[in-house]
């Protein structure tokens, strides 16, 4: 069980626009922790997609944004491509684990 | 170009030990934290551990407190993990990742990773 919560999966067709949620709480986005999000392309380590909150590395597409709220996050892809199947974890920190936590991951399908 | 590169996995009967090393190139290495994050075989993203640049503050995962070491050679660029008392659900793919800053915060970098097996 995840410290910070994401749907398993979502699934859109080329072009659509998804959303990837991540629910955490007062000990960690709530806490007014940044949350950063990483893609992992099948067969492969982890890469920056977000980070502090809405701002995206050199080199990672404007159709990817972030947002937060509360005690949530989102991540958005807009006109998805297939190359945009993957999973989608978010991390932040936890003040009561004194630690890095991560969402249990989503899964993108591009149909 | 900033690489990492891991080594040092591979398959251990339970309760035996194991030494992870990363060795980092392509950025000033004592600048930055650096974390171990693992991933069990068609699991999700399990922090590890982190250690501040200067390897002064180490911070571990409840599930690795007491049995894993982190730790860093500022001079050889290097980062190692030491691995004891390991157990079956250790058994992951454990990634090396520089952190963005000098203590933990998000991670910019990761390497390839090592495979660990905890099997008897």
């Known amino acids: 069980q995840s410290v910070l919560t994401q749907s398993p999966s979502v699934s859109g067709a080329p072009g659509q626009r998804v959303t990837i949620s991540c629910t955490g709480s007062s000990s960690n986005i709530g806490a007014d922790y940044a949350v950063h999000w990483y893609q992992q392309l099948p067969g492969t380590a982890p890469k920056l997609l977000i980070y502090?909150?809405?701002n995206r590395p050199s080199g990672v597409p404007d159709r990817f944004s972030g947002s937060k709220s509360g005690t949530s996050a989102s991540l958005a892809i807009t006109g998805l491509q297939a190359e945009d199947e993957a999973d989608y974890y978010c991390q932040s920190y936890d003040s009561s684990l004194s630690g890095v936590v991560f969402g249990g991951g989503t899964k993108l399908t591009v149909l | 170009e900033v690489q990492l590169l891991e080594s040092g996995g591979g398959l251990v009967q339970p309760g035996g030990s194991l030494r992870l090393s990363c060795a980092a190139s392509?950025?000033?290495?004592?600048?930055?934290?650096m974390n171990w994050v693992r991933q069990a075989p068609g699991k999700g993203l399990e922090w590890v551990s982190a250690?501040?640049?200067?390897?002064?503050?180490?911070y571990y995962a409840d599930s690795v407190k007491g049995r894993f070491t982190i730790s860093r050679d500022n001079s050889k660029n290097t980062l190692f993990l030491q691995m004891n008392s390991l157990r079956a659900e250790d058994t992951a793919v454990y990634y090396c990742?520089?952190?963005?800053?000098?203590?933990?915060?998000?991670?910019?970098?990761w390497g390839k990773g090592t495979t660990v097996t905890v099997s008897s």
């Open positions: 990742a520089k952190d963005s800053s000098m203590n933990p915060y998000f991670m910019d970098v």
């Open positions: 502090g909150n809405t």
């Open positions: 250690i501040s640049g200067g390897g002064g503050d180490t």
């Open positions: 392509g950025f000033t290495f004592s600048s930055y934290a």
